[in-house]
């Protein structure tokens, strides 16, 4: 039996991709390893965003060439978003791949697996595929999308749109509907990817030239999947999209969010329910009305702001103000009280001045923002800001960088502090590594590999389960605590 090793790099919403496309493998009989060594096949699955993202990419994709010298690999396969973006150069300068896929070929992985092996799928295969996109049809229909709107599954519309501004492909939408994911995150938590692409048009970003235009997919397909996934042990589901607080726009005429969250806190075993990638534009009073009367809906809000200078925001297109920014801000603290706010910034923006970044450090220290990532502008090809003038040099950004960290460090660091003698709920992820860790796990404040954790230094828990923990201890990164109670 023939193994393969997929590596996956970037964000959660490439992270599906990867599951899909190791979901797909292991049904047809591959057999997945974690030692690339071992592979006869190794897929790389790119991240292509900004900069150093291609270039940890490109420095996978090398050493993985490697193993066809010195292993038994006998296939490289480069897939993502920076096969998507750099395709043609990709395959001109990259001879040690045997294959350069971009997102649509997500659903034919195992066709391309096939041919490089010198195998010929079975017709059983072919046909259970066929029967999982009936199902997915039929569960779209049931949905009440009407019958003269060309199925988001497909992406027929989009790819036509998008073929006439150079694309030519998409991901496709049929994905995740029965199960067929090979999860590389904990048994019980899952990302649910709601919608692809984007229409934002930030002047920074590369995203809309890599996934095209926004398309969310069917609430009835979403639920499908999100059932599929809590029989089989998941309890936390993390929504992900380009941008969350848009899905259903273009599927049904309005924002549909809100619903689509009612509808999943229904499942009876799923206990979390994360919000991520929400743009501050979009979300509105009704979103947060669910948040608040919505038990399972974890208190705590993924909000990218970017920037509070007017001037820079505008530069961004970001279609908010810095006012609309602190307005909405109050409107969620005060509309679902004890909720964590993550946001993430750019510094170095082009035409970012000391003043400019004197106004966000203020603004940061006013706002106290429970969670807080920061990156320093990327130039990337094809956007607008790329020709900006005001480029910012990178000794500024970094010293830019270095110095708003530190200040969230110690907002952070307070927080923290003032936990200790508090309990808190905890979702255990795994056991602890060292002495004295016995378990791993995240407060409702804590979204999985960007935020901090939850140390467990006593008491008896498994993976996946809920615990109280009394807080013994912190710093600015992590809680520490032992457990009291499990909840039932």
């Given at each position: 039996m023939e193994t393969i090793h997929l590596i996956s790099l970037g964000c959660p919403k490439n992270l599906v991709d990867s599951?899909?496309?190791?979901?797909?493998?292991?049904?047809?009989?591959?057999?997945?390893?974690?030692?690339?060594?071992?592979a006869d096949v190794v897929i790389v699955n790119t991240c292509g965003?900004?900069?150093?993202?291609?270039?940890?990419?490109?420095?996978?994709?090398?050493?993985?060439?490697?193993?066809?010298?010195?292993?038994?690999?006998?296939?490289?396969i480069v897939a993502g978003c920076l096969s998507q973006r750099y395709g043609d150069t990709l395959r001109r300068e990259l001879p040690e791949a045997d294959a350069i896929l971009g997102l649509s070929d997500v659903e034919r992985i195992v066709a391309h697996c096939d041919r490089?092996?010198?195998?010929?799928?079975?017709?059983?295969?072919?046909?259970?595929?066929?029967?999982?996109?009936?199902?997915?049809?039929?569960?779209v229909e049931k949905s009440g999308v009407g019958s003269?709107?060309?199925?988001?599954?497909s992406a027929t519309s989009a790819v036509s749109a998008v073929k006439t501004k150079g694309f030519s492909s998409l991901p496709s939408e049929a994905i995740c509907s029965n199960g067929a994911r090979h999860l590389l995150t904990p048994k019980h938590s899952a990302y649910l990817r709601i919608a692809d692409g984007c229409d934002n048009h930030c002047s920074y970003c590369a995203i809309p030239l890599i996934?095209?235009?926004y398309r969310s997919r069917p609430e009835a397909a979403l639920i499908a999947e999100a059932r599929a996934l809590c029989e089989q042990g998941v309890r936390e589901l993390n929504l992900i999209a380009q941008d969350t607080t848009r899905y259903g726009e273009d599927l049904y005429g309005e924002p549909r969010l809100s619903g689509l969250?009612?509808?999943?806190?229904?499942?009876?075993?799923?206990?979390?329910?994360?919000?991520?990638?929400?743009?501050?534009?979009?979300?509105?009073?009704?979103?947060?009305?669910?948040?608040?009367?919505?038990?399972?809906?974890?208190?705590?809000v993924d909000l990218p702001i970017q920037h509070i200078s007017d001037p820079l925001l505008r530069a961004m297109n970001r279609k908010v103000t810095g006012d609309d920014i602190r307005n909405l801000m109050q409107r969620l603290r005060s509309g679902v009280p004890g909720i964590a706010l993550r946001t993430s910034l750019i510094v170095g923006f082009p035409g970012e001045t000391d003043a400019h970044f004197e106004e966000l450090l203020d603004f940061v220290a006013e706002a106290r923002f429970e969670r807080l990532g920061a990156f320093t502008y990327s130039r990337e090809e094809d956007t607008p800001a790329f020709a900006?003038?005001?480029?910012?040099?990178?000794?500024?950004?970094?010293?830019?960088l270095d110095r708003l960290m530190m200040l969230q460090q110690e907002i952070t660091a307070e927080r923290h502090e003032s936990l200790i003698g508090t309990r808190v709920q905890v979702l255990v992820d795994r056991p602890g590594d060292q002495a004295p860790i016995r378990?791993?796990?995240r407060a409702a404040w804590d979204a999985p590999d960007v935020d901090g954790q939850v140390l467990i230094t006593q008491g008896d828990a498994l993976p996946g389960d809920f615990v109280s923990v009394a807080i013994t201890d912190a710093d600015a990164y992590d809680l520490w605590g032992t457990i009291e109670s499990e909840k039932v």
């Amino acid at each position: 039996m023939e193994t393969i090793h997929l590596i996956s790099l970037g964000c959660p919403k490439n992270l599906v991709d990867s599951e899909r496309m190791l979901g797909l493998l292991e049904r047809s009989g591959y057999a997945l390893t974690e030692e690339a060594e071992e592979a006869d096949v190794v897929i790389v699955n790119t991240c292509g965003f900004i900069a150093p993202a291609k270039e940890e990419s490109l420095s996978v994709i090398f050493e993985a060439a490697r193993l066809k010298e010195e292993g038994r690999c006998r296939a490289l396969i480069v897939a993502g978003c920076l096969s998507q973006r750099y395709g043609d150069t990709l395959r001109r300068e990259l001879p040690e791949a045997d294959a350069i896929l971009g997102l649509s070929d997500v659903e034919r992985i195992v066709a391309h697996c096939d041919r490089l092996l010198g195998h010929r799928r079975s017709k059983g295969f072919t046909a259970e595929c066929a029967a999982e996109k009936g199902q997915v049809k039929a569960a779209v229909e049931k949905s009440g999308v009407g019958s003269s709107q060309p199925l988001p599954f497909s992406a027929t519309s989009a790819v036509s749109a998008v073929k006439t501004k150079g694309f030519s492909s998409l991901p496709s939408e049929a994905i995740c509907s029965n199960g067929a994911r090979h999860l590389l995150t904990p048994k019980h938590s899952a990302y649910l990817r709601i919608a692809d692409g984007c229409d934002n048009h930030c002047s920074y970003c590369a995203i809309p030239l890599i996934r095209g235009p926004y398309r969310s997919r069917p609430e009835a397909a979403l639920i499908a999947e999100a059932r599929a996934l809590c029989e089989q042990g998941v309890r936390e589901l993390n929504l992900i999209a380009q941008d969350t607080t848009r899905y259903g726009e273009d599927l049904y005429g309005e924002p549909r969010l809100s619903g689509l969250i009612d509808a999943l806190s229904k499942l009876d075993d799923l206990c979390w329910i994360r919000l991520l990638y929400t743009h501050p534009a979009h979300f509105s009073q009704d979103l947060i009305g669910c948040i608040a009367r919505n038990e399972k809906v974890c208190r705590y809000v993924d909000l990218p702001i970017q920037h509070i200078s007017d001037p820079l925001l505008r530069a961004m297109n970001r279609k908010v103000t810095g006012d609309d920014i602190r307005n909405l801000m109050q409107r969620l603290r005060s509309g679902v009280p004890g909720i964590a706010l993550r946001t993430s910034l750019i510094v170095g923006f082009p035409g970012e001045t000391d003043a400019h970044f004197e106004e966000l450090l203020d603004f940061v220290a006013e706002a106290r923002f429970e969670r807080l990532g920061a990156f320093t502008y990327s130039r990337e090809e094809d956007t607008p800001a790329f020709a900006f003038d005001d480029q910012v040099p990178e000794e500024v950004k970094r010293e830019r960088l270095d110095r708003l960290m530190m200040l969230q460090q110690e907002i952070t660091a307070e927080r923290h502090e003032s936990l200790i003698g508090t309990r808190v709920q905890v979702l255990v992820d795994r056991p602890g590594d060292q002495a004295p860790i016995r378990w791993v796990g995240r407060a409702a404040w804590d979204a999985p590999d960007v935020d901090g954790q939850v140390l467990i230094t006593q008491g008896d828990a498994l993976p996946g389960d809920f615990v109280s923990v009394a807080i013994t201890d912190a710093d600015a990164y992590d809680l520490w605590g032992t457990i009291e109670s499990e909840k039932v």
